[in-house]
């Protein structure tokens, strides 16, 4: 539960570099997800140029911290892997936690940045990036050394009210 109590969305970080190593520990935690008949619709695009961040920060108004993040993977789904194709975004969001969960583990912050289901933050993904119409921006995760120190701290939201046992009486 460590990791999991520590995770907090990080939208400010140092200017430092997140180490190429570092990165792919990330990635390869989001490939561990699991996915409906393991079909891992997943690719990952990492942006680290400057003007590309900055651009990608303009898809959304809740994605500026994307434009002082060091870098930011961004997660596609592949059309022609969907063998269960109403079950992708489930997939994509279990690759997506575990990024969040494998970036408190090596000291980073990040935050989980919201594009897919709405189509204009879908669009400007795929025109910035120049996307083929084969892959499907689902996320955006910026990724940095936080700026403050206490970025990874426990917030209790555990709600006994939330759990039902057996029925649900309203
Ligand atoms: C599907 C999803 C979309 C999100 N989109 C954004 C976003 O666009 N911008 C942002 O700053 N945070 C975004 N977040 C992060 C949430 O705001 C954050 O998880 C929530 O406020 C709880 O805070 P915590 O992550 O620190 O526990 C998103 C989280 C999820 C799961």
Request: proline share 7%.
């Amino acid at each position: 539960m460590d990791v999991i109590d520590r995770r907090r969305s990080v939208r400010a970080y140092q200017s430092r570099e997140v180490e190429p190593g570092k990165i792919e520990e990330l990635l390869r935690a989001a490939m561990q997800a699991p996915s409906a008949g393991n079909q891992r619709p997943w690719e990952f695009l990492v942006v680290r140029d400057r003007d590309a961040l900055e651009r990608l920060s303009a898809m959304s108004p809740y994605a500026k911290h994307i434009a002082k993040a060091p870098v930011a993977l961004v997660l596609l789904g592949r059309k022609g892997r969907m063998r269960f194709p109403g079950n992708w975004e489930q997939d994509m969001g279990a690759a997506a936690e575990n990024i969040l969960l494998e970036a408190t583990e090596q000291g980073l912050g990040a935050v989980w940045t919201g594009v897919c289901p709405v189509p204009e933050r879908m669009d400007a993904v795929r025109e910035q990036l120049s996307l083929p119409d084969e892959l499907t921006p689902f996320a955006v995760i910026a990724v940095g050394y936080p700026e403050k120190e206490d970025a990874s701290h426990f917030v209790d939201r555990f709600d006994p009210g939330r759990i039902h046992y057996e029925t649900i009486e309203e």
